[in-house]
């Protein structure tokens, strides 16, 4: 691995963590970069799990610490979520994903257009549809299962049930998927780990890149509120979109 590859793959952990603590789909630049860095696909996923995982760390501490995140509504959610994201990732090591490839890029279009549509969605708190315990049993199996699983849009589903469903403004709800998010990636870490599927030089590089991102998204995403996530999100989901439709009819 040469000097110019560790600082391309530095970069690339930057900008993922960058996006991924605003919007998320920070997977969309990193796990390219892994595989370009020659990474077999199951290490390079074990690999991503690892350096996102600091990336999501570094906003959860940011968004904390900035009081946006409130622990009692999110701790049975984790559990939920820690589970099934375990279970998730040891699912799609036993059967194919091919199936969830080719509906997602849809399901995120449709929520790209919901979002462009509806101009006042997220910008001030809601009345919840769903109590704290049916919603972590809702969306931390379904979400959680999911991100172990595949894992594409992940971010971005969980901001949307959070304020569909929980009824919380763009910024907690961002907030709130950054807890979760960590959750999901921490369970699926640990099933690589334990089937040796993390190349830990390159994810030094990469979490190095990831801290710095992610610190300047939270940063960011506070400062500025609802409007900026609103750009971000939709811009990331619709690249989404394009770069999973590419991938199929490659």
């Known amino acids: 691995m040469t000097w110019e590859t560790i600082t391309l793959l530095f970069f690339a952990g930057l900008s993922a963590g960058f996006i991924d603590s605003i919007a998320g789909g920070g997977g969309l630049i990193s796990v390219p970069a892994l595989l370009w860095a020659g990474l077999p696909p199951q290490m390079a996923l074990g690999t991503n799990k690892m350096q996102s995982t600091w990336g999501t760390l570094m906003a959860v501490r940011k968004y904390a610490k900035a009081g946006l995140v409130s622990w009692h509504q999110v701790r049975l959610t984790v559990l939920v979520t820690f589970v099934f994201a375990c279970l998730g990732t040891w699912t799609v090591t036993q059967v194919s994903n091919e199936v969830l490839k080719k509906i997602v890029p849809w399901m995120l279009l449709g929520i790209a257009v919901y979002v462009l549509l509806s101009p006042s969605l997220g910008k001030t708190s809601a009345k919840a549809r769903l109590s704290l315990a049916a919603f972590a049993c809702l969306a931390g199996s379904g979400l959680g ?106």
């Open 145 to 250: 299962f999911y991100d172990g699983f595949f894992g594409p849009g992940t971010g971005t589903f969980w901001a949307m049930a959070c304020i569909s469903l929980l009824g919380l403004e763009l910024t907690r709800a961002t907030a709130f998927t950054k807890v979760v998010n960590l959750t999901s990636n921490l369970a699926s870490l640990i099933v690589f780990v334990a089937s040796d599927r993390v190349h830990y030089p390159i994810a030094a590089a990469m979490i190095a890149g990831q801290l710095i991102g992610g610190r300047l998204g939270a940063g960011m995403a506070i400062r500025h509120g609802a409007p900026f996530i609103r750009v971000i999100f939709i811009t990331v989901v619709f690249a989404m979109v394009i770069k999973l439709l590419w991938d199929q009819l490659a």
